[in-house]
């Protein structure tokens, strides 16, 4: 049990996937203006994302490595990335037209989210059980979801002071995110 806990607790906070690992920086820095864009398309990418590792963990071990197909994997999991994202984006139109408005464009660019693929590849190289990659997946999302919103949370808040022309927009995101890097880095001694 504590193994479970420290595989979550690691990918949540120590090998974060986007201060640590640097996947997932694209939705990361276009994203994250404000602070609602940022928990909706964090909160989409972790179903997502735990959906899709553990499919592609499915798919892995029950077709892929029976027929020794394992180079196929990247396809595999792309395609199951993409289908998923398509099946969620239907019935989220379906069931709430809201919702489907306010996610928009964002969900359509989970599928090209790398720390979707990579949370997948990593599970599978680190020939972690079914339960441990669900573990893992959940760690990971829940990781992106609170980078995401602390980041759009303090963009909102730096939109608003004086800032010299030099530094303003991109500079000071890019400033931002390494100082939460930083922070995060801190977690790092904690693993073990």
Known sequence: MTDLALLLFGALLV???VLAQF???????????????????????TFVLALSS?????LYHAILVPLDLQFLRIIVFIVVIAGLVQLI??????????LHQLLGLYLPLITSNCAVL??????VN?????????????????????????????REVLDHPDVPDAFQGTP??????????????????LAG
């Open 54 to 58: 553990v499919t592609s963990y499915l």
């Open 23 to 45: 996947l997932g920086l694209c939705p990361f820095m276009g994203i994250t203006k404000s602070y609602d864009t940022a928990l909706a398309t964090g909160l989409a990418t």
């Open 126 to 154: 680190q020939q972690l059980t079914l339960l441990q990659t669900l573990i893992f997946s959940i760690g990971a999302a829940g990781g992106f979801t609170l980078v995401m919103v602390l980041f759009g949370a303090i």
């Open 89 to 98: 984006q239907y019935y989220i139109h379906a069931t709430s037209p809201v």
């Open 172 to 189: 000071l995101a890019l400033l931002t995110a390494g100082l939460m890097s930083l922070a995060f880095m801190g977690f790092q001694g």
């Open 15 to 17: 090998n974060n996937f």
């Open 118 to 123: 990579g949370v997948a590849l990593l599970a």
